[in-house]
């Protein structure tokens, strides 16, 4: 009799464990409500509630705020995500899940504001911000809906990502975990829209042609897609020409955009846009999210962990980066990106190892967290997560590298005083940032190959020769070139690339579509870190300066966080370029108006980077001492 109660026991674990989780269980299971949530203005949100008809216990609540739509719209329609994301654990758990439009997007009444700037002195009912928003939407949720355990999640990826960081603001007590996850925080020095104050054009104009357009009252009806007059995503960008006639083909409806076009430098419009303003005394338990290839806010998830520690250093703080595309963790299984292999499924490891973990502590009461490090890390060419102390890790020794002649990097400084290589910039032949002829811009552009890159004669192309140990980066790089420019202004790409052996091949395919083994990886230049500078903005991004024609300049700048180990056997290259089209727009490259010219302004500028014992042009290389 007891085997028999036993292996009723092990059957019902098992059944348990391997029910399928789709459209139907959720219907099975949960019961969906449809509400409106008034804020303390009196301006009513559009709220999709999802909770367990399980009544056996009190269940937490996992929220995500968006401006993409909560949709299906309609108490008996599911939202699929539930259950073709990982998040169908959770739904075992018997969580209750939260979807609200914000403020004046879709079925939320109000207006709609971009990275609403946040405000620490609320004083009136009429003083709102996403933080109140958020505290107004969570106390709304605890009083109301039943059988709640009075804990309350907040996550979300991209703008979602920017709501989370705003609900760790709101103050409420039952916030009790958050995780920003690829988080839009800056929006002038690194994240999707302007990296180092140089406009990314590709992105803005696609995201805006569309997600800009006016909603005059709330709405199921999503915008109008911007017909392209070409599937040549180089080609369009080109022959559109200067920026003042991409305003032309958006029109005057378009708000946020004509704000961008009028704020050309980073002013009190742009500063109170930080995300990172009023990142004091958090209470939450936050986890930042984000990915190393993320092509649109890999900035924003390094320098919000970055801000909360320094701002609010009692807060419990956590940071994890893999090796993903924008949202990669919740898609696909992360085990590689293009032609370049992650050895394991990177995706499932941060969802059944830190999220759901992170979450059912806080939320629950259930498992432990002592096995979440201040840091979870992957470095991408050894392929393994490593669990720090601390970001940037102890050990780290910032390490100048040098250009020097014949297309050299050493870690010797140049010896000759007359070292220096040249190019023009020609906008009218930009340097493309992938060499496919392609219809969108893609996210495996992170780890493409840029051969093509190091065949062109406006792009300096500098490497080491064969590493004879493994070399670890694990920070922030940060460039300092010393040019001179024939015009008053141009841009600077530093890419820092991992080129495979001769000989290199995986032994395996990655999927049927030709990745992996079928592409050519003999020799293979791995993009790993890249980023554009304004020159105007080298000494400030609120006063830009105009360059002396053909005088000495120093231009610094950091890039992105990067954390990579170029294995022995490797070369580590450094590419130079004025132009990364059409990922971020054209340079005049003269001290104009760039928002406002018009395409014959565009003129050619020859470029100089000197490299020599007086003029030493360096990357300073985050190495990771073992």
């Known amino acids: 009799m007891k085997n ?39 301006v009513k949100l559009f709220t999709s ?35 073709e994301f990982h998040w169908k654990e959770f739904l075992k758990e018997g969580y209750i899940f939260v979807f609200q439009d914000v403020r004046g997007r879709w079925m939320s009444e109000g207006t709609f504001m971009d990275v609403r700037p946040f405000n620490p002195n609320k004083k009136k009912k009429t003083d709102i911000d996403e933080a109140s928003d958020t505290y107004d939407a969570v106390d709304w949720l605890v009083k109301n809906i039943p059988n709640n355990n009075g804990n309350v999640g907040v996550f979300g990826t991209s703008y979602p990502g920017f709501y989370s960081t705003m609900a760790a603001l709101s103050g409420h007590p039952s916030i009790k975990a958050v995780s920003p996850q690829a988080p839009v925080t800056e929006w002038f020095k690194g994240d999707d829209f302007h990296h180092n104050g140089a406009f990314m054009l590709n992105d803005a104009f696609n995201f805006y042609s569309g997600f800009g357009q006016p909603r005059p009252k709330p709405t199921i009806i999503g915008p109008k897609e911007f017909t392209y007059y070409t599937k040549d995503n180089y080609k369009f960008y080109l022959e559109t020409g200067a920026l003042s006639n991409f305003s032309k083909l958006m029109g005057d409806s378009i708000l946020f955009w004509k704000e961008l076009m009028n704020h050309p430098n980073y002013d009190a419009w742009w500063q109170e846009r930080d995300a990172r303003v009023g990142c004091k005394n958090i209470k939450p338990a936050m986890l930042t999210v984000g990915g190393l290839f993320d092509a649109e806010d890999c900035y924003g998830a390094w320098r919000l962990y970055e801000a909360i520690e320094k701002q609010s250093p009692a807060t419990n703080n956590k940071i994890v980066m893999g090796p993903w595309f924008h949202g990669g963790w919740s898609k696909g299984d992360g085990s590689y990106l293009g032609n370049a292999r992650f050895g394991s499924k990177t995706s499932k490891y941060f969802q059944e190892n830190i999220e759901f ?59 000759t005083d007359t070292g220096y290589s040249f190019y023009m910039s020609d906008p009218s032949k930009p340097v493309p940032y992938t060499e496919d002829v392609l219809t969108n811009r893609t996210r495996e552009y992170m780890t493409d190959d840029q051969r093509f890159a190091s065949r062109r ?21 940060s460039a300092d070139l010393k040019v001179a420019i024939s015009t008053t202004d141009a841009d600077f790409v530093v890419k820092i690339i991992d080129v495979f052996p001769d000989g290199f091949e995986y032994d395996t395919l990655v999927d049927g579509k030709g990745n992996g083994k ?38 610094k700048f950091d890039l992105p966080d990067i954390a990579h180990t170029f294995k022995k056997g490797h070369r580590l290259m450094i590419q130079v370029q ?40 360096i990357v300073i290389l985050p190495i990771l001492k073992r």
């Open 4 to 42: 028999l109660i036993l292996l009723i026991i092990i059957c019902s674990h098992f059944i348990l464990s391997a029910q399928i989780i789709n459209e139907q269980w959720v219907k099975d299971n949960y019961t969906k409500k449809e509400c409106t949530i008034v804020m303390r203005d009196g």
């Open 49 to 83: 509630v999802y909770a367990p008809k399980d009544t056996k216990e009190k269940h937490p609540f996992l929220l995500m705020r968006t401006p993409y739509s909560c949709s299906p719209y309609g108490e008996d329609k599911i939202q699929p995500r539930l259950y």
């Open 357 to 415: 973990p992170f979450f059912n502590y806080y939320l629950k009461g259930k498992g432990s967290v002592d096995q979440l490090a201040e840091a979870t890390i992957f470095f991408t060419g050894e392929n393994a997560w490593k669990n720090l102390d601390s970001w940037p890790p102890k050990g780290v020794v910032l390490t100048p590298i040098y250009f020097n002649n014949h297309n050299q990097l050493s870690f010797d400084k140049p010896k």
């Open 457 to 477: 004669t406006d792009v300096l192309t500098f490497k080491t020769t064969v590493l004879e140990n493994d070399l670890t980066l694990a920070g922030t790089l």
């Open 518 to 555: 079928l592409y050519l990886m003999d020799g293979y230049e791995m993009l790993v870190r890249g980023e554009i500078m304004r020159g105007r903005y080298r000494n400030s991004f609120e006063k830009p300066e105009a360059f002396e024609p053909n005088k000495l300049t120093t231009v």
């Open 578 to 617: 004025s132009s990364w089209f059409p990922l971020a727009d054209r340079n005049p490259q003269q001290f104009i108006d760039i928002y406002h010219c018009t395409d014959k302004d565009f003129i050619k500028s020859d470029i100089t980077l000197y490299h020599n014992a007086n003029n030493a042009s």
